[in-house]
Every structure is written in C-alpha cells, then in structure tokens.
C-alpha cells in the first residue's frame, strides 16, 4: 500500500468527524474546515475508481465516465450550494475552479518539476487547442456580464433565457471535444501509450487486473457519502460567511475549490516530479475545459430545473480574472515546454488574484 493510500485512509475518519461536529451543534468554521477536509479522501477515492473503471470499460465509454465524474466533487458541491440557494457562491467556485487549475496546479507543476528537471516537454497541439477551447468559454462567460452591463433595463429572463441556449451549445463543443479527442484525432492524445508500446511495455503490465464490482461499489459509495458531506459543508458555509465576515466571493473562488481540486493538484504535481508534464497539463488543462464545458452548463440547466435560476452572468471581476488565467496559461503552454520560472510566475499571479478577491467588497 502506497503512502498516498494510507494518508487518504487515514483522512476517512474526517467524515464521521465533520457528521458528529454538525450534530454537536460546533463552531461554524470548524464544522466548515473538517468537512472541506472530509471531502477529500472522498474525492480521491470517486477519481480513482473512474479511472480503473474507465480502463476496463474502454476508451469510448471510459471518456464519457471521466466526463461525467471527472469533476464530481466541484459538481456536487454546487448542486447542494445551488438547492440552498448560493448562487453567487456557485458561480464563484466555477471561476474559482479554473483559475485554481491553471494558475495553482499548473503553478506548483511547473515549480516543483522545473527544480527537478531544467526544461520540461510536452505537446503543444494539444496544449493549443485546450487554450482555445478555454477562450470559447471564457467568450460565453463574458458576453451575458456585457449584455447586462451595457442594456440599461434589460430583464433578468433574458439573460436566463441567453444561459439555456448558452449551455446547450457548449455541452454540444463539448460532445465534439470527446468526439475528436476519443475518435477521430485519438492519436494527439495518446502520446504516453505509444510511448510505452514502443519501449515494448507488456500490456498486462499496463492493464493490471481490476475487480470491476468493487470500484463500481467504491465509486457509489464515496459519491453518496459525498452528497452528505457536501449538504455539511454547504450548511456550514452559510453561517461561516456570517460569522468570520469572508465575502461569498472570495469563499467560492478560494476556499471551496482548494478543498474540490487539491486531489488533481496532487497529481499534476506527482506526474510532473515524474518529468511526465505532458500528463500534469493534460489534468489541469482537462480538468478547466470539464468545470467550464460540462459543469458549469449542467448547473445552469440543472438550477432552471430545480426552480433555482442560475444564469452566465457572472461578476466583472471573476470573468477578468478567469481572462488572465488563460492567456498567461497559453502564454506559457503555447512553446511546449516549461521550467520553474514560468511556476513562479503562475502562483504569483494566483496569489495577487486571490489577495485581490479577499479585499473586494
């Protein structure tokens, strides 16, 4: 048993922790940080079963697993946060999430493995048209935030109304991203595979024997238990607001997804000590294009389903801040190649954002 298993083992007992604090009535914030810290060990466990899943399964479904709980945490959180009615929190940990993916976990990549190793390689093409895709997103993100800003007496519907279409089409370019990534240009994303066939790895050895009721049990289980914690959290977060005087904004692009996302950060940091930087994007860039393709249009329709509006409009300076994460990021990306420097520039950039969403009012 590897030390990452005995350590997301051992931090299972915040589960029952952060139940007995909500039950005993606790502080807010300490009822808060243990079920951020109980979500965790429950991440990580969803995110290692859809992979094992995934491998058996094949690519084809395996994709659309990974699409569908790739990012179930960010996912259920909202959810829970938008039934109470936290829909400035929600949108927030959306933005939050994707800046945290591309400034902090890129960030801490780029440091730690550029200290390890002077230059880094990996794909370009790929890494090009995930920033691409980015900016799509980040284009239907800011057009509702214009609309409103520059129509005086424009109706709140209209706006709900431009989110419905907006997040159809971007679940539609995101069918076609696992079209294209799956099908027709698989070979662009399989760079490591043939790696490994050409070093004549035995596919057995890649492919080790999986008990696919297990993790399909596990996988169940982790997500269930989740949805409870995720109602703690989302409890607790609404007096913590109240109580430590944290503004709902800096709340949800901070706080929330550190506690949804440190798994992923984790493992970008883990692959790229391993001078496998091509992998590390792949999950940081991959994990943005899911929050902002997927997630973020399912909210939208899942909160017009609930009776809970949700639309695109986010605040100015979450959309500005998302803006300057994935030009610097594509800035960065666009050569192929990374070293420490570029880490430090990323976390600076994602400290100064942060410190700027602390004192915004």
Request: contains cysteine.
């Amino acid at each position: 048993m590897s030390i990452k298993t005995k350590i997301l083992l051992g931090m299972l007992v915040f589960v029952p922790i952060a139940m007995g604090a909500q039950w005993l009535h606790l502080n807010p914030l300490i009822v808060f940080l243990v079920s951020g810290l109980a979500i965790i060990p429950l991440a990580a466990w969803i995110a290692n079963s859809t992979e094992e899943i995934a491998t058996v399964i094949g690519p084809a479904f395996g994709g659309l697993l990974n699409a569908t709980f790739g990012n179930a945490t960010e996912m259920i959180i909202a959810i829970v946060a938008l039934r109470s009615g936290l829909v400035e929190v929600v949108k927030a940990s959306i933005t939050g999430s994707i800046i945290a993916n591309l400034l902090l976990a890129i960030g801490l990549s780029t440091l730690l493995g550029g200290i390890r190793f002077s230059e880094q390689k990996f794909q370009p093409t790929v890494a090009r048209l995930n920033s691409s895709s980015l900016i799509l997103a980040v284009i239907v993100m800011v057009t509702p935030t214009i609309m409103h800003e520059t129509s005086a007496g424009l109706k709140p519907e209209i706006l709900n109304y431009f989110s419905y279409a907006a997040a159809v089409l971007l679940l539609l370019f995101y069918c076609l991203m696992l079209y294209f990534s799956m099908k027709t240009h698989r070979s662009l994303y399989q760079l490591e595979e043939l790696e490994s066939e050409a070093h004549g790895a035995p596919e057995a050895a890649a492919h080790p024997t999986i008990n696919l009721k297990l993790q399909l049990g596990v996988l169940l289980g982790a997500t269930i238990v989740l949805v409870f914690i995720s109602d703690i959290l989302v409890e607790s977060l609404q007096e913590t607001i109240k109580t430590v005087g944290l503004s709902p904004l800096f709340t949800g692009v901070i706080l929330i997804p550190l506690f949804g996302g440190v798994v992923e950060y984790i493992t970008c940091i883990t692959f790229a000590l391993k001078n496998k930087m091509e992998v590390a994007m792949a999950v940081a860039i991959g994990s943005s294009l899911q929050i902002a393709l997927f997630v973020a249009p399912i909210l939208v329709l899942v909160g017009w389903l609930m009776g809970q509006p949700m639309n695109l409009d986010f605040n100015p300076f979450e959309i500005v801040a998302v803006a300057m994460a994935v030009i610097i990021c594509n800035s960065i990306s666009s050569d192929g190649s990374s070293n420490w420097l570029e880490g430090v520039l990323l976390l600076i950039t994602y400290i100064i954002l942060g410190t700027a969403f602390y004192f915004h009012p």
